[in-house]
Nanobody, 126 residues
């Protein structure tokens, strides 16, 4: 079993930045791709970013390209999401997740991930 705990969410003004962290425990996740998803009220959970097991490959949804950066520290069993130039439409609960495979090279769906965190709220005011 893997437990994931997200942190770093909060309230920020448009144009600001936040850095989310996701710490894994229970067993190492260093050999699996990891991703970030988000869910706004009344909407389905949507993919945000993915990073391969090595950290060498990253994939983003179009709406966050150039603004968000995903990274990982396998020694700390942790994945990060640096979010810059935040917009009100980025407001959502953000979840991290562990994939079933080391690398995913296409836009992933939620069913490709086995473990999920409890989420952290990000609110961007205009």
């Amino acid at each position: 079993q893997v437990q994931l705990v997200e942190s770093g969410g909060g309230l920020v003004q448009a144009g600001g930045s936040l850095r989310l962290s996701c710490a894994a425990s229970g067993r190492t996740v260093s050999t699996y791709a990891m991703g970030w998803f988000r869910q706004a009220p009344g909407k389905e959970r949507e993919f945000v970013a993915l990073i391969s097991w090595s950290g060498l490959y990253a994939y983003y949804t179009d709406s966050v390209k150039g603004r968000f950066t995903i990274s990982r520290n396998n020694a700390k069993n942790t994945v990060y999401l640096q979010m810059n130039s935040l917009k009100p439409e980025d407001t959502a609960v953000y979840y991290c997740a562990v994939a079933r495979v080391p690398t995913i090279t296409t836009r992933p769906g939620v069913d490709e991930f086995d473990y999920w965190g409890q989420g952290t709220q990000v609110t961007v005011s205009s």
